[in-house]
């Protein structure tokens, strides 16, 4: 008799909001569900999500699919995250959110990065050497929300132990563990 195929979780946060699908080793499809998390914007530029909302919808689509699946005796060998780049979220030491979550579509931090690239003249050149690619003109990257935290939100840059993507702070609630990669390093588009 053969073990029944192990699962892997997948979770994909999107901007629209998560989407979890339990998928056997042996690559067959089980089961998906998704959840909607709104996005705030005013005319200030800002994009912004409750990253609490986002923790709990991921938690409610997780709990759907596994409770969906009839796959009988099979374990969860593994949990795969994805998300969208270029947002950011800052949390404390134990991973929980300090504000909401800042989308890539957010413009509020341009200004500030700007002002960098005004001042420094070679920090264009470097951020392209160590980036391999140009930074977002319009102020939808990752530096630029965090400028923006630091000049308008200091209580929260202050009180931040980390500026996080997306499928790192998932992977921090769901693990403990802060940690990054390559991806989520380094913009890969």
């Not at 990253?51 to 593994?78: H, P, T």
């Not at 341009?110 to 392209?128: C, G, K, M, N, V």
């Not at 500026?163 to 790192?168: I, K, Q, Y």
């Amino acid at each position: 008799m053969n073990p029944a195929p192990a699962l892997v979780l997948a979770i994909d946060l999107g901007s629209s909001g998560p989407k979890a699908a339990l998928v056997r080793s042996d690559g067959k499809f089980v089961s998906a569900a998704s959840r909607r998390v709104d996005t705030f914007r005013l005319p200030d530029g800002s994009a912004e999500q409750e990253a609490e909302r986002i923790w709990r919808a991921v938690l409610d689509a997780a709990v759907q699919v596994m409770s969906e699946s009839k796959v009988g005796g099979g374990r969860v060998a593994g949990v795969a995250v994805t998300s969208q780049f270029s947002s950011i979220v800052p949390v404390d030491r134990e991973g929980l959110p300090l504000m909401n979550l800042i989308l890539w579509m957010d413009r509020r931090g341009a200004p500030y990065e700007r002002q960098i690239y005004q001042r420094h003249s070679d920090a264009l050149e470097t951020w392209i050497e160590v980036h391999g690619r140009r930074p977002s003109p319009s102020g939808g990257d990752s530096l630029a929300h965090i400028l923006f935290v630091q000049k308008e939100r200091p209580e929260v840059y202050a009180a931040t132990h980390a500026f996080l993507e997306p499928m790192d702070y998932l992977t921090m609630r769901l693990t403990g563990e802060c940690t990054a990669n390559l991806c989520t390093a380094f913009r890969p588009f």
